[in-house]
């Protein structure tokens, strides 16, 4: 079971781990692809500088699945991490092994915080353009977000604290006032009201149902109204999102072509073959579809009754969550449909990730924070962190 | 039959910024291979674009030069295709709001004036270059101009022939050469056009088959294609020698004909999207504003104020409005100096010669137009003479920084009023040549130029030459 893809020699207190999609200057990064293997990026990730600076040593590259789409890790293209049939999460085990006291990751397709449910482990995917892009491997840049997973929510939160704020180097990051929202000390308004989402397109099995009711209950002890609401709209979330992550993603990895980087084949006569074998030789079988979905979604015939579809659905999402929060002030939803994963879940249906994704592409589509904690997602509007934090140590407290 | 032609133009024009459009490499021509790129322009994972706020500018500023209206809100998109010129195989262009729509741009041939519609601009970045000469059997790839900022000006079909193409393209040069948009090389690739041509029966209203040409780099290349595709489409109507089909045409200047590129290199969908990387660009009042001030008097309108406010000549203005740098070096000079037929004057020769000699073009201009007004000031008041301020202004060439009257008086360039000193010098020709003399005194009047020559050279030619010429004049005159 490979948890590293590379490993410093460390005995620092403040250990953070990364997953592979972030680039780093000392270690290689191959974001879970061959095409990638051994790959070393000339710059470090604005917020390996900014762990740098903060004071945090980096203790490694965590291992990921390929460009980080599928469910935990489990297409890494040198292996999946399994014990006993059961899928783990390579940061996942870090942090559960007291290796580091943070991972930070890129959340392509939920797998972050699907992880982080599953070992009982807080997570939080901030505000969309909070926390700088520079020097991730990009997939699905309209969406994706640097997330942290730790083993408490004020590790989470401390971690956010250094990484967060305005970056002239990532277009879309945010002000450096609106970045400072996340960073505030949150408390929870009373009289406080949370929605839980019912009717998701998969129904969790009793496990996952469990956790969200104990979630539940947890609150109204502690004095916050639940009420259960449809889910409605956000039902067309998923498959909106497969269509933006697919057609993004398809785009951005036209670039490993094997001639400037990367992974090229021997066996090729001219510049196609060249092309052609090395990306046939070097992506998995989930990227290649992938590549392939989000390909016949931009082409000129189908870029209205797709790709533009899927964009005005992100609008209707956004606005359906905006209805919600002026109602209430979080929206509890399950993070995946179970507790574990198995290889023979993956073996039966090889594009899992893209139906389990019902949950995590609501806030991925929409650019929410999502805090996870008690192994499911609360997810804030904007900037809401530290109130969403602050219902995740509600949570911690009830535990001890 | 007689057949009219159709033709649109897309012209591609290199902006004039110091660095690329998303990334800070310079954008500048000439480097060695490879020299002017980073993570970004080369296409590696994780680099971010973020849009150079002068490529806006320029953007704009070459829409309200073309009579465009601005779109407030314009986007940038992402056009996919694969070439190993395009680091990431995608190109970062404008499709679905560009900067820029629905101009005109009037122009003037022998059938006299006519307006032609300009469809849309849209800015975009340049793709690399491939080199096949090094090795033989290997293609290399320089990324030096991956990522320069482009504007493509789409025109609508409203040409009819070489003629107006020219002149449209004249005319395109000549505007955004003035607002600085663009050097406009052709040599350099800094300024290239497509033809989208098609043949029509004259009067039709349907359009013909239309082909594609591409490259051209010179209005004559551009000419001759018109001429030669035209006549083949007209050939193919009416003879049926070949079936025309939509298609791109590279044309080869050497040969003289177009041919079919391959279909791989121009087949393909280009997937268009929305970046997401790429916040839309709303350009606010102030923004708007700031680019219309910043807009020149159009080439015509500053000739014709020359004329009519400056007092100079038909010729003198239409030579200094050939190029902004003449003009803006002719107006900052005539700011300090206030002789502006002196200044038209110095320019048009003593400059212009210069330029000549060191075989630099107009734009190439870049001694500063006050420091000129100095030094016409000088010669003017007869404190340098006028062979002497060539000798400052030549000077002024080498060094931007001189100071016309420092270097003057440091390289003993100041015109001596000491009458004293000059009669020492005359008085020592005199008795140098008295052959001189003596011809000059038997009425050979040219006699004198060699005694003046000889003054002038002692004084360093530091002498005012009325007084001199006067003194010598007097001095002959008073020998036995
Ligand atoms: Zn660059």
């Known amino acids: 079971m490979k948890l590293y893809t590379s490993k410093a020699e460390t005995a620092a207190a403040s250990v953070v781990v990364v997953d592979d999609m972030i680039l780093t200057k000392e270690m290689p990064t191959a974001a879970g692809s061959k095409m990638l293997e051994g790959y070393r990026s000339l710059f470090d990730a604005e917020m390996i500088t900014r762990l740098h600076a903060a004071g945090y040593e980096i203790g490694g590259k965590a291992a990921v699945g390929e460009f980080a789409i599928d469910l935990v890790g489990e297409t890494a293209y040198d292996g999946a991490c399994v014990a006993d049939g059961i899928l783990r999460n390579a940061a996942a085990e870090i942090i559960k092994a007291g290796e580091a006291k943070a991972v930070v990751g890129l959340d392509v397709n939920g797998s972050v915080r699907r992880a982080a449910a599953q070992n009982g482990l807080i997570s939080v995917k901030p505000t969309y353009g909070t926390v700088s892009r520079y020097g991730t491997v990009p997939v699905a840049c309209s969406g994706e977000t640097v997330s942290v997973m730790a083993k408490t929510a004020a590790d989470c939160r401390e971690i956010l604290e250094a990484i967060a704020g305005h970056d002239d180097k990532d277009g879309t990051s945010l002000s450096e006032e609106c970045c400072a929202q996340i960073k505030s000390g949150g408390s929870i308004a009373k009289p406080a009201k949370v929605a839980v989402i019912t009717g998701c397109n998969l129904t969790p099995d009793a496990e996952a149902a469990a956790k969200l009711s104990a979630f539940g209950a947890m609150l109204e002890q502690n004095g916050i109204s639940v009420t259960a609401v449809d889910a409605g709209v956000l039902t067309t979330a998923s498959a909106a999102w497969n269509i933006l992550m697919s057609a993004e993603l398809c785009n951005n990895v036209s670039r490993y072509d094997g001639i400037k980087y990367g992974y090229r084949t021997e066996n090729f006569e001219n510049i196609d073959e060249l092309y052609t074998n090395s990306r046939t030789e070097a992506f998995g079988v989930l990227l290649k579809t992938a590549i392939l979905y989000g390909s016949d979604a931009l082409s000129s015939e189908n870029y209205m009754k797709v790709y533009d579809k899927a964009l005005r659905i992100r609008r209707v999402i956004a606005d359906a969550f905006a209805a919600l929060f002026a109602q209430y002030d979080a929206v509890l939803m399950p993070a995946c449909s179970k507790m574990v994963y198995t290889e023979a879940d993956v073996q039966a249906d090889r594009y899992i990730s893209f139906a389990e994704n019902c949950y995590t592409a609501p806030a991925s589509i929409t650019g929410l924070p999502v805090v996870v904690a008690g192994g499911v997602q609360m997810i804030g509007k904007a900037f809401a962190e530290p109130m969403l934090f602050a219902m995740a140590e509600l949570y911690e407290k009830e535990g001890k | ?480």
């Open chain 2, 1 to 480: 039959m007689r057949y009219e032609t159709v033709i649109g133009l897309e012209v591609h024009v290199e902006l004039a910024t110091e660095s690329k459009i998303f990334c800070s490499c310079s954008a500048k021509f000439g480097a060695g291979p490879n020299e002017h790129v980073c993570p970004a322009c080369c296409g590696m994972p994780g680099m971010l674009p973020v849009v150079n706020k002068r490529v806006v500018d320029l953007g704009m500023t070459a829409g309200m030069m073309l009579n465009c209206h601005i779109n407030r809100t314009t986007t940038f998109d992402k056009k996919s295709y694969y070439y190993p010129d395009l680091p990431c195989a995608y190109q970062t262009t404008q499709w679905f709001a560009p900067v820029a729509v629905n101009g005109c741009v009037e122009i003037e041939t022998s059938k006299g004036k006519k307006k032609v519609r300009i469809k849309q601009i849209h800015m975009e970045e340049d793709a690399g270059k491939l080199v096949h000469d090094i090795m033989p059997d290997t293609t290399h790839v320089d990324f030096n101009r991956t990522s320069v900022p482009l504007i493509e000006i789409v025109s609508q079909p409203d040409l009819s022939g070489a003629e107006e193409v020219i002149a449209y393209l004249e005319r395109l040069h000549a505007l955004l050469r003035f607002a600085k948009v663009s050097d406009c090389r052709w040599e350099q690739g800094s300024m290239r056009c497509d033809v989208n041509l098609s043949v029509r029966p004259e009067g039709s209203s349907e359009l013909g088959v239309r082909t594609e040409m591409k490259n051209m780099n010179s209005l004559t290349a551009i000419a001759r294609a018109i001429e030669y595709e035209t006549a083949r489409h007209i050939d193919a109507l009416e003879n049926g020698t070949e079936v025309l089909v939509q298609e791109t045409r590279r044309w080869d200047d050497v040969k003289g004909k177009s041919y079919a590129m391959r279909n791989k290199e121009t087949a393909g969908d280009y997937r268009y999207f929305p970046d997401p990387n790429v916040m839309p660009v709303v350009i606010d009042d102030a923004w708007y504003a700031a680019i219309e001030a910043s807009l020149p008097e159009l080439p015509e309108e500053k000739r014709a104020r020359y004329i009519s406010e400056l007092g100079l000549s038909e010729y003198d203005a239409a030579q200094l409005t050939q190029s902004r740098a003449l003009c803006d070096c002719f107006e900052d000079a005539v700011s300090v100096c206030g002789k502006a037929k002196d200044a038209a004057n110095w320019i048009n020769s003593e400059v212009m010669n210069i330029l000549n000699a060191r075989k630099m073009n107009f734009d190439m201009l870049h001694i500063d137009g006050k420091s000129l007004g100095a030094l016409i000031l000088l010669v003017a008041d007869g404190k340098v003479g006028r062979a002497n301020g060539k000798k400052v202004l030549a000077a002024m060439f080498d060094d931007t920084t001189i100071d016309p009257a420092v270097y003057a008086e440091e390289n003993g360039l100041i015109v001596s009023h000491d009458t004293g000193m000059i009669d020492a010098v005359i008085k020592e020709a005199i008795s140098s040549d008295p052959k001189a003399v003596a011809d000059y005194k038997s009425g050979k009047e040219k006699a004198i130029m060699a005694l003046f020559g000889k003054c002038m050279k002692q004084l360093k030619g530091n002498c005012d030459p009325q007084v001199l010429h006067t003194m010598l004049i007097d001095a002959i005159k008073a020998t036995e």
